[in-house]
């Protein structure tokens, strides 16, 4: 467990200074003593998860027990890291302490471990009451930035809380069955024999009772099945698809919905664009896996000049960048490193991408535009607007229970989703 916290500690401080948890993983992973197993891969990825599901909370039981000041990195860190295991793992208590204070040692030598030593043992002694102070305003009880929770009580006044509540839960893992191979009945026999357990969600998802790693899944390598969540599974049968149709997925990395678009129908030219190099590479690898084929480019779809061939398309999707808030569980870091200029700033974006792609989409056709965001300012503000502007576009009903406007709540099943279909008349 030493070099898990060791590594764990050098995340969070990365994090702190702002930068991604995916990417600060993968570095502290970089700086292991040795190959780490599956299992503490695992323990790391579950620490590093957790203390950004839980940050505010374990910072703010950490306070009182400060005698002075708040200490200096990384020790700062690193008692986030054991508070985080005190609070919500099972992990040993007296494991937990001593082997925190062995990574003090090696961070800022033996006069750390006293301190440590007596912080954590103090969090144990005082847990109930420090927790209770803790959760005694709506920051340290939903572990969420002031200006976020404004917002979401602001826009949901009657669903603030559970929206709050689902940020901290743990994602499900939610598979797409590729139809060109099988039906989802067939591939969920296929998990069954492989002692695999899930349950039906959407057309063609399938929610594990237990998430699994990619290579266990049956036909995985083949292109069979792939991993996305239930609300973003919606997108493509949103665009009303049929054999022919001329199709642009307008910011595609890393490729999820443009092949469940070829999924569903085979006989379709489509472009799938991204102004991330990284991100294209990523999609083309998982064309390659899925066997399909798409024009992949580097572009960003605002510059149609730099790309577009000068056909109209029958369909646009436009997944547009966002703040995110919708998927806070699947990224945790997400609600401390957004700050609220952001919002702004991100819908400047999201409009001037409708506004460059609509002239693209032929007469009869449609885009569809859709977020991963909860906040207004993204999803029915931008839909309100865009369709003030656009007197030739025409706003289709999404028929679904579960989209109330198009926006998609996070619940067991779904991350938050917003769409909006157009039609150009």
């Not at 030219?269 to 294209?280: F, S, T």
């Not at 990523?282 to 000049?305: S, V, Y």
């Not at 547009?320 to 997400?334: E, L, N, Q, T």
């Not at 409009?351 to 007469?363: A, I, S």
């Amino acid at each position: 467990m030493i070099e898990i916290q060791r590594l764990a500690t050098i995340a969070l401080v990365q994090v702190m200074l702002g930068k991604n948890l995916d990417h600060a993983l993968t570095e502290a992973r970089k700086q292991a003593k040795g190959q780490l197993t599956d299992h503490e891969r695992a323990a790391l990825q579950d620490i590093g998860y957790g203390v950004q599901r839980f940050r505010q909370e374990l910072e703010n039981v950490l306070q009182p027990l400060y005698l002075k000041r708040k200490p200096d990195p990384p020790i700062d860190a690193l008692l986030v890291v054991g508070a985080y295991q005190l609070l919500h793992t099972r992990m040993a208590p007296h494991a937990v302490v001593s082997h925190a204070v062995e990574v003090a040692a090696l961070f800022h030598g033996p006069g750390a471990k006293g301190f440590v030593n007596g912080v954590l043992r103090n969090l144990l002694r005082q847990r109930e009451a420090l927790l209770e102070l803790s959760h005694a305003t709506p920051e340290g009880k939903y572990s969420h930035p002031h200006w976020w929770i404004e917002t979401l009580q602001r826009q949901y006044p009657q669903e603030w809380e559970e929206i709050l509540l689902m940020a901290q839960q743990h994602p499900p893992m939610t598979l797409r069955v590729n139809r060109r191979h099988s039906n989802r009945d067939q591939y969920q026999q296929r998990l069954s024999q492989a002692g695999i357990t899930s349950r039906p969600v959407g057309k063609e998802g399938l929610i594990l009772s237990e998430p699994v790693v990619v290579n266990r899944l049956p036909g995985f390598a083949e292109g069979h099945v792939s991993v996305q969540d239930a609300a973003a599974q919606y997108a493509p049968h949103l665009l009303g698809l049929h054999g022919g149709q001329r199709v642009l997925d307008a910011c595609a990395a890393p490729g999820g919905k443009a092949a469940h678009i070829l999924e569903l129908i085979s006989d379709i030219q489509l472009w799938a664009l991204d102004k991330d190099a990284g991100r294209v590479k990523k999609m083309e690898a998982n064309f390659e896996r899925m066997g399909m084929k798409a024009h992949c480019a580097f572009a960003d779809a605002t510059r149609p000049e730099d790309w577009w061939d000068g056909v109209l398309f029958d369909r646009i999707l436009l997944d547009a960048p966002c703040s995110g808030s919708g998927v806070v569980r699947r990224h945790p870091d997400i609600k401390w490193l957004r700050r609220p200029e952001d919002i702004p700033a991100l819908a400047a974006v999201q409009g001037r991408l409708l506004e460059t792609l609509w002239p693209l989409v032929r007469k009869g056709g449609r885009l569809v535009y859709s977020t991963c965001s909860l906040f207004r300012e993204e999803n029915q503000e931008q839909r309100d607007r865009f369709l003030g502007i656009q007197s030739d576009a025409r706003l289709l009903p999404v028929q679904d229970s579960l989209c109330r406007e198009g926006q998609i709540h996070p619940d067991r099943d779904h991350d938050g989703f917003f769409y909006a279909v157009f039609q150009k008349i």
